[in-house]
Nanobody
Framework: QVQLVESGGGVAPPGGSLRLSCAAV?????????MGWYRQAPGAQRELVAD???????DYGDRVEGRFTISRDNAKNMAYLQMNDLKPEDTAVYYC??????????WGQGTQVTVSP
């Protein structure tokens, strides 16, 4: 029972930046052990963008590593994605994800990111 709410999506030019936020609200006793971001473009499969465990270890998808940075505020159950040097190929719906101990992960509704001149 974890609800995730994303914000910060929008339109940016190539080379620009956007910052996504995800707020997690849990009404259960299960612990969030990771939070991250995935994305899916039309006609494409969902792919990992970035994921961070509670210990601070972060994993990045090959397409974004070096340009995107994930951060978390564990106490506030917040996750952020700083996206720099955006490319048209980054255009997708971005979904927040939370890994929950003993349960399937939870997903947000998604926020659209469009990179276009």
């Amino acid at each position: 029972q974890v609800q995730l709410v994303e914000s910060g999506g929008g339109v940016a030019p190539p080379g620009g930046s956007l910052r996504l936020s995800c707020a997690a609200v849990s009404g259960s006793i299960f612990k969030i052990y990771s939070m991250g971001w995935y994305r899916q473009a039309p006609g494409a499969q969902r792919e990992l963008v970035a994921d961070m465990h509670n210990n601070g270890r972060a994993d990045y998808g090959d397409r974004v590593e070096g340009r995107f940075t994930i951060s978390r505020d564990n106490a506030k159950n917040m996750a952020y994605l700083q996206m720099n040097d955006l490319k048209p190929e980054d255009t997708a719906v971005y979904y927040c994800n939370a890994g929950i101990t003993g349960r399937a992960s939870s997903w947000g509704q998604g926020t659209q990111v469009t990179v276009s001149p």
